[in-house]
C-alpha cells in the first residue's frame, strides 16, 4: 500500500542551482503563469525546514484574470 503523506521522488536542487526551464510557484505567478494542475518535477533545499516544489514553466498556463 502507498504511504498517503510520503513526497514523490523527485530531483533536489540546492538554492540558486536548479537548472533553467523550472520555476518555484512564486516565480511562476510573478510571470503571470499558474502552476495548478502541474505535477512537481523536483525541489529545491533551503536554509531552514521548508523546501520550495518547483514545476516546467513550458506547462505552465497563463493566469485567467
Not at 7 to 30: D, F, H, I, W
Request: hydrophobic share 35%.
Amino acid at each position: 500500500m502507498a504511504c498517503r503523506f510520503c513526497k514523490p521522488l523527485v530531483s533536489v536542487y540546492k538554492r540558486n542551482q536548479a537548472p533553467e526551464g523550472l520555476a518555484t510557484q512564486r516565480q511562476l505567478r510573478a510571470m503571470g503563469l499558474s502552476y495548478g494542475g502541474l505535477d512537481v518535477v523536483a525541489e529545491v533545499e533551503t536554509l531552514g525546514p521548508k523546501s520550495g516544489y518547483l514545476y516546467e514553466i513550458a506547462k505552465a498556463r497563463q493566469v485567467r484574470r
